[in-house]
């Protein structure tokens, strides 16, 4: 069965001190991975998607990286204004509109 | 930009009441999508839809239906509300055209309570 599974499931951090998210994956023949933020009250916002092992993808303070059984989101410095639930998601076995997820990592940094 | 939009933000119902999420996007894509979130867990695949006329089922159709007459629309339809339904429910659209990025556009979200 296709599975999807984050941790932590939460992360308190202080401004400034880096971290990893981890999301770690069954499918087999992955054809892609996908990195969502999502704030309170909101629906989730598209941050990355990998598509191979090995690549790398960043967005200010956030970097993604990819090998064959797992995604990391490292957060370098982080500011108060990166507090959010971080999702990932990956196309199911026989299909590639319909995405599996995580269900999250809830980052709360600290002033 | 308006992108995708969800209505209503919130609602409540009474056990065996019927409603529609309305949902609508303007970025002419072909793919849409329900899922739901309940407290702590990942979104859950409810409905989609490949284009005008065609839907499919998710990972947890039972109590939901769908319908898509336009590219623009997508409602999700309760028939008989149920406590278990009580959930944020998120519409979703993708460009996708199979070469690759199937990159999602959320809306806002419609917070149910079923009581």
């Known amino acids: 069965e296709d599975q999807v599974t984050q941790s932590p499931e939460a992360l308190r951090l202080q401004e400034g001190e880096s971290s990893s998210l981890n999301c770690s994956y069954t499918?087999?023949?992955?054809?892609?991975l996908f990195w969502y933020r999502q704030d309170p009250g909101k629906g989730p916002e598209f941050l990355f998607t990998?598509?191979?092992a090995g690549e790398e993808k960043e967005k200010e303070r956030l970097k993604a990286t990819l090998t064959k059984k797992e995604s990391f989101l490292h957060i370098t410095a982080p500011k108060p204004e990166d507090s959010a639930t971080y999702l990932c998601?990956?196309?199911?076995?026989?299909?590639?509109?319909?995405?599996?997820f995580g269900s999250g990592t809830r980052l709360l940094v600290r002033p | 930009n308006a992108g995708v939009t969800q209505t209503p933000k919130f609602r409540i119902l009474k056990i065996g009441q019927s409603m529609t999420l309305q949902c609508t996007q303007d970025m002419n894509h072909n793919y849409m999508y329900w899922y739901r979130q309940d407290p702590g867990m990942g979104l859950k695949l409810i409905y989609y839809s490949v284009g005008a006329g065609i839907t499919d089922k998710g990972e947890v159709p039972n109590g939901y239906n769908v319908s898509r007459s336009t590219t623009e629309d997508f409602p999700l339809r309760l028939e008989l509300a149920a406590p278990s339904q009580t959930s944020v429910y998120f519409c979703?659209?993708?460009?996708?055209?199979?070469?690759?990025?199937?990159?999602?556009?959320f809306g806002s979200g419609t917070q149910l309570s079923v009581l």
């Open positions: 979703a659209s993708s460009p996708s055209s199979g070469q690759g990025e199937e990159k999602l556009f």
């Open positions: 998601a990956v196309p199911v076995e026989d299909s590639s509109y319909k995405l599996i």
């Open positions: 990998l598509y191979s």
């Open positions: 499918v087999s023949g992955l054809r892609g």
